[in-house]
């Protein structure tokens, strides 16, 4: 999958970032989502992009 169709589905599924709480927990709204590669199954597009 590529980075700009995993950000397509997330916005698809969650909306805009800026609809949510920054996930700094700065107060302000999110800018952008985020991603903190924490997941063990992780799954990595095989021609070098993630």
Not at 15 to 35: I, L, V
């Amino acid at each position: 999958m590529s980075y700009n169709k995993a950000h397509y589905i997330v916005r698809m599924e969650r909306g805009k970032a800026s609809a949510h709480p920054c996930w700094r927990d700065c107060g302000k709204q999110g800018a952008e989502w985020a991603y903190d590669h924490l997941d063990p199954n992780e799954s990595r597009d095989k021609r070098g992009g993630t």
